[in-house]
């Protein structure tokens, strides 16, 4: 998307006026990108990480979903967010999961990772 900025302006009645926004936009989702690796590697210990990480899923997810109510963007728009739903879900169902244990479990088993 770095090099779709002007492709994007042409596709859209309404060209992208504010590039920082665009750029800053692209700039947080990668930094988030790298957040879910780290996750990844140790749900139980990055846990509470999820919980910011199912706001931007979901709060992604209504975004999108207003947006198309509202008649502001179509159906293919709104097909695109489906990987962010269910990573969404599978942030939600690993959260749950990790809850299961108790603080100390989830500490000792990310720490039993790292001595390994």
């Known amino acids: 998307m770095y ?4 492709a994007i302006g042409r596709l859209y009645s309404s060209p992208i006026n504010y590039p920082q926004g665009y750029y800053g936009f692209l700039a947080i989702t990668m930094a988030w990108q790298f957040a879910f690796l780290v996750i990844g590697s140790d749900p139980a210990r990055y846990r509470l990480m999820m919980i910011p990480s199912m706001v931007e899923k979901f ?6 979903g207003v947006l198309y109510i509202q008649g502001r963007i179509g159906v293919t728009d709104l097909l695109v ?13 690993a959260f749950v999961k990790m809850s299961a244990l108790t603080g100390h479990q989830a500490v000792g088993a990310g720490r039993a990772r790292i001595q390994t």
């Open 59 to 64: 709060g992604y997810l209504l975004t999108m």
């Open 3 to 6: 090099f779709l900025f002007d």
């Open 81 to 93: 967010i489906s990987p962010d739903l269910l990573w969404g879900v599978l942030f939600a169902t």
